[in-house]
């Protein structure tokens, strides 16, 4: 089935100029990107597109990091999109991403592990609709 997916390249993989490589990882898992934009979020969107997380220890923290610096957002589409890109980003913690992965080659730690993802072809939905209008995607 055919689906789109929310990529976020992080502010330490933005930082460490490493987007044309991650992108590259995500072309080669036959995902097309299909809407991008690159901008810098602020304490109210990295608070709301991260609300999930707002009663969790870490929420503070990651909205510190993901306000940090530039970030790319791209909508991915392809084949299972959502299931394939998961698995071509690696685990959450790059320590136990399996190698080859986009986190166990740019991550850092489970906060500074390089990129988002959505986790469900329903979630998907709502982010892509948080940073793209439907009608500007390709």
């Known amino acids: 089935m055919i689906e789109q997916t929310l990529c976020i390249i992080k502010p330490d993989a933005v930082e460490k100029k490493q ?7 995500i072309e080669s898992a036959d995902l097309n990107l299909v809407g991008a934009n690159m901008l810098r979020l602020n304490n109210y969107e990295a608070e709301r597109f991260y609300s999930i997380h707002k009663d969790k220890s870490f929420f503070k923290d990651l909205v510190k990091f993901m306000t940090s610096g530039p970030v790319f957002i791209g909508v991915l589409r392809g084949e299972n999109a959502v ?3 998961r698995e071509t980003m690696g685990a959450t913690d790059p320590s136990k ?3 080859g992965t986009i986190r166990k080659l740019f991550g850092e730690s489970i906060q500074r592990n390089a990129v ?5 072809l329903e979630n998907a939905e709502k982010e892509i609709a948080f940073f793209f209008y ?3 995607l390709i």
Do not use: E
């Open 134 to 136: 439907k009608d500007c």
């Open 19 to 25: 987007i044309g490589n991650i992108l590259n990882l």
């Open 97 to 99: 991403a399996d190698r």
């Open 116 to 120: 988002h993802g959505s986790d469900s």
């Open 83 to 85: 299931k394939v890109y």
